[in-house]
């Protein structure tokens, strides 16, 4: 099973997230650089990661924010990042 099939099998495919924010990025051009589990999946025996960390450009932010909030995505800001998770109710 691939991580993002996982990923969709836990959010009971309600949504999928992931794809949501790799098509907003995509649709907006805006420059990001995928880090953490997903990414060093790139490089080692896949790994189990329940999220996806980006960076993102400062110029495209604004953007990107208001992108993830048209596509029903909640936003939250903390000091030192920004987490995007699904509105919709998870069904466990």
Not at 6 to 33: R, V
Request: hydrophobic share 40%.
């Amino acid at each position: 099973m691939t991580g993002k099939a996982f990923i969709n099998k836990i959010s009971n495919s309600e949504s999928d997230i992931l794809q949501t924010i790799l098509n907003i990025l995509q649709d907006l051009g805006s420059d990001y650089c995928i880090i953490g589990g997903l990414a060093v999946n790139a490089y080692v025996e896949p790994v189990v990661s329940l999220d996806l960390d980006l960076i993102v450009a400062t110029k495209d932010l604004d953007k990107v924010l208001k992108a993830a909030i048209a596509q029903g995505l909640r936003v939250e800001y903390f000091e030192h990042s920004i987490n995007l998770t699904s509105t919709r109710k998870k069904k466990y």
